[in-house]
């Protein structure tokens, strides 16, 4: 069956770094588009960052942009984010997602927390 798992998320001070992995089976990793998004408590999830099937930079939310980096291992069937200079702000809920058209598949989310 189709899953996706995230880890890496934790408490952290501002100011700091955590990298979350999300590691994909059940279906062919490498022809989805991976994101991460977020949930704040009591908020709709917003979108942080996705990356194509390719690769490459990635697309980012203008409240992350160049502090986090998506990236991912299509033969570890993982997609990464790299969190640098983490902010009280960004504590949220972290989801991975997969989509291929209409196609949809989503993490059980991992909870992030910054602060001192």
């Known amino acids: 069956q189709v899953q996706l798992v995230e880890s890496g998320g934790g408490l952290v001070q501002p100011g700091g770094s955590l990298r979350l992995s999300c590691a994909a089976s059940?279906?062919?990793?490498?022809?989805?588009?991976m994101s991460w998004y977020r949930q704040f408590q009591g908020k709709e999830r917003e979108l942080v960052a996705a990356?194509?099937?390719?690769?490459?930079?990635?697309n980012y939310a203008d409240s992350v942009a160049g502090r986090f980096t998506i990236s991912r291992d299509n033969v570890k069937k993982t997609v990464y984010l790299q969190m640098n200079s983490l902010k009280p702000e960004d504590t949220a809920v972290y989801y991975c997602?997969?989509?291929?058209?209409?196609?949809?598949?989503w993490g059980q989310g991992t909870q992030v927390t910054v602060s001192s």
């Open positions: 997602k997969a989509d291929r058209s209409i196609m949809v598949y």
């Open positions: 059940g279906f062919t990793f490498s022809r989805y588009t």
């Open positions: 990356i194509s099937v390719a690769g490459g930079s990635g």
